[in-house]
């Protein structure tokens, strides 16, 4: 079993940076892969970011790559999202989540986080 809480959300300018963590509680954290996914109003859930229980393997979606980095520290249960060059189009709810494996689909994953919220004004 395994707790997630997201925090680092908030408003921001486009051009702007956030980084997001979620931290975990349980003691298997180190076995999991971690996702972030995002759900912006009126539309599905998408994929973010994975990354592997050992860091080691790491994937983003089309929209992201090159301005976003996920990574974790598993000294302290926690994974980051690290957002740059944000555009209002990254305004969304981000989640964070916990799967076996590093899958870009959100039903690899049992475990998930409330959500924290991020607006990107133009």
């Known amino acids: 079993q395994v707790q997630l809480v997201e925090s680092g959300g908030g408003l921001v300018q486009a051009g702007g940076s956030l980084r997001l963590s979620c931290a975990a509680s349980?003691?298997?954290?180190?076995?999991?892969?971690m996702g972030w996914f995002r759900q912006a109003p009126g539309k599905e859930r998408e994929f973010a970011a994975t990354?592997?229980?050992?860091?080691?393997?790491?994937n983003y979606a089309d929209s992201v790559k090159g301005r976003f980095t996920i990574s974790r520290d598993n000294a302290k249960n926690t994974v980051y999202l690290q957002m740059n060059s944000l555009n209002p189009e990254d305004t969304a709810v981000y989640y964070c989540?916990?799967?076996?494996?590093?899958?870009?689909?959100?039903?690899?994953?049992?475990?998930w986080g409330q959500g924290t919220q991020v607006t990107v004004s133009s």
């Open positions: 349980g003691r298997t954290f180190s076995s999991y892969a």
């Open positions: 990354i592997s229980w050992t860091g080691s393997v790491t």
């Open positions: 989540a916990a799967s076996g494996i590093p899958s870009t689909d959100s039903r690899a994953y049992a475990y």
